[in-house]
Structure formats: C-alpha cells, structure tokens
C-alpha cells in the first residue's frame, strides 16, 4: 500500500510555469511505475506523463511533449511534474498515480494504476 499526496498546483498565466510534487508514503517508492494524469471539467481522465522506477525512462503524451517533464527522486520518494508554456487547455486536476505492474518501464493506462492521489488543481488563464 502507498498513499500519495500532490502539491504545487495553483494559478497560471498562459505561458508561465508550475512544478507539481507528489510525495509517497512508504520504503518502497522504487519498485512502483509512477504517473501523472489529469482531468479538465466535462472531460475523462487523461495520460499526460510516465516514469520508470529507476526514472531513466520516461514517456510524455504528444500534447505536452517539449512543455512538460516528469522526473522522479527515489530518496525522496517524490515523483514531479516540471511543466513550461503553459496553456488554457492544461487547466485540469492532475493526479499522480502508482503502478505495480512490472512487464513494461511506463504506462499510459490508467486501469494499469493501483494507486492515485487526491488531486491538485492547476488553472491556466489566458
């Protein structure tokens, strides 16, 4: 079992920049697939950015690609969400999720996730 917990989220303006911070309970952070989604208002959740448990592999989804970063400290036991030149459309709670599975280095399907935070949100005004 892990419990996470988000931070850093807040107000932008278009084409500023926040780093979100999900902090994990536990000894054993390094063994799990960390992820970020998000879900806008009306919307379904999305993938946005995967980790692998070392975090030398990491996969973004083509909208934030160049503008996003996920990364991850091990003994900090904290996965982040670097994101630059932001914009109206990233306005969404965004959840970090941890995942158990072991076949592959990310995941971008949330039903691949056994663990999710609270949500934080992040609003992009234009």
């Known amino acids: 079992q892990v419990q996470l917990v988000e931070s850093g989220g807040g107000l932008a303006q278009a084409g500023g920049s926040l780093r979100l911070s999900c902090a994990a309970s536990?000894?054993?952070?390094?063994?799990?697939?960390m992820g970020w989604f998000r879900q806008a208002p009306g919307k379904e959740r999305e993938f946005v950015a995967s980790v692998s448990r070392s975090g030398g592999s990491t996969y973004h989804v083509d909208s934030v690609k160049g503008r996003f970063i996920i990364s991850r400290d091990n003994a900090k036991n904290t996965v982040y969400l670097q994101m630059n030149s932001l914009k109206p459309e990233d306005t969404a709670v965004y959840y970090c999720a941890a995942s158990k599975a072991t076949f592959l280095p990310y995941y971008s399907d949330k039903v691949d996730y056994d663990y999710w935070g609270q949500g934080t949100q992040v609003t992009v005004s234009s």
């Open positions: 536990g000894r054993t952070f390094g063994i799990y697939v």
